[in-house]
């Protein structure tokens, strides 16, 4: 599955997630969304905002998309990142479901 494949709300936050763009990200989720990062979980669009602004700030890094399947109703993405995080390089997957055309649930591992 390629990304022009996926739910307008995934290549949406996808594409901002790149840039940087905290703002374009949220706007990509429902108002009740939830995130799971890390072990911690992030609901509403409040909380999001503020795991972006953390994320997106506290490391400086490149992200390159891997690869994206669909899983019954979710949409797994491959993400590559490397900077200067600890271990400088990770390969994580994203699981978004996707409901009425807004991202609904992301969990990171």
Do not use: C, N
């Not at 989720?29 to 609901?43: I, L, M, N, Q």
């Not at 399947?69 to 978004?96: K, M, N, S, T, Y």
């Amino acid at each position: 599955m390629t990304e022009i494949e996926m739910p307008a709300a995934v290549r949406a936050y996808l594409t901002a997630h790149a840039a940087k763009d905290d703002e374009a990200a949220v706007r990509a989720f429902a108002p009740d969304a939830a995130v799971t990062d890390e072990g911690r979980t992030f609901r509403g669009t409040r909380e999001i905002s503020a795991w972006r602004q953390r994320a997106s700030t506290e490391w400086t890094y490149t992200t390159t998309v891997t690869g994206a399947r669909r899983d019954g109703d979710d949409w797994i993405v491959g993400i590559h990142l490397e900077g200067d995080f600890p271990g400088g390089v990770a390969d994580l997957e994203q699981r978004f479901t996707v409901r009425d055309g807004a991202i609904g649930r992301l969990v990171i591992a």
